[in-house]
């Protein structure tokens, strides 16, 4: 059974998906990446509502979510507010929460706010501090062929991150560090997916690119307090990740029920690119922890 529908939220609505087969575990709540950009990506994970109902939206600004033209409205404390008003509307009242990549840092910041009923958090390819983000993506730069370095390096200190040649040489980053499936032509769900992405949000929040942070999260990092994140959690990236294997274990260290996983086969979508065994790793750590 699917419903959807839109909840009032601070600055307009968001668009939401329920995914239920009268299954009776706690629901999970999933936060797309970003920032602005869409759950679509994500929807293969509604397989997980064999277990328990699964609920997707698109946070405002992105998707299918309204639009509105309020720069103000991009920063995390809003999103945070945002994720609440969401979890109010549909009366979840426990819930799990699965974050990928900037939904991550939201999962975080919001369980960093002590909310109740949080019964456990799953950070895939987790983004918990800025600078570290940084440093990581500088070192995964060095890996690549000397002149796709040069032309990101020469765009980014330009700022002509716009143009051709720097799409071209991230296209060539994506392939080792964010997608390792290589279909052609690109899959359905990347060409629709495109479409409802704002780039404005990600530039106002994050930058012109993931190399270097220049929006409002520069300084976020929130591994002083992941010692006060007390629910179970689980850490998974890929192998290839630009979420790196170290950074994510290292977040991993720093919670008291922190478990980790790597996708071997995957880079920075999992989900996709090894989507059973995410699946089936994903699954298997909700059931345990709804068993307990």
Known sequence: MREEGYIEVTGGRVWYQKFNKNSTGTPVIIL???PGSSSYSLEGLQELQVD???ILYDQLGCGRSDRPSDNSLWNIDRFVEELAQVRKALNLDEVHILGHSWGTTLAAAYCLTKPSGIKSVIFSSPCLSAPRWEQDQIENLKK?????QETIKECEENGTTDSEEFKVAIKEFNKVFVCRVETEPDPEWVKKGAGYRNPEIYNIMWGPSEFSVKGNLKS???????SEICCPTLFTCGRYDEATPE???????LVPNGKFHVFENSAHLPYFEEQDEFLQ???????SIDLD
Request: net charge neutral; glycine share 10%.
């Open 32 to 34: 797309h990446g970003g």
């Open 52 to 54: 328990r109902p699964v």
């Open 144 to 148: 690549l062929p000397i002149e796709i």
């Open 220 to 226: 976020f990092d929130c591994t002083a307090r992941l």
């Open 247 to 253: 950074s994510t274990e290292y977040f991993s260290s």
């Open 281 to 287: 790793v994903v699954g298997n750590f909700l059931k």
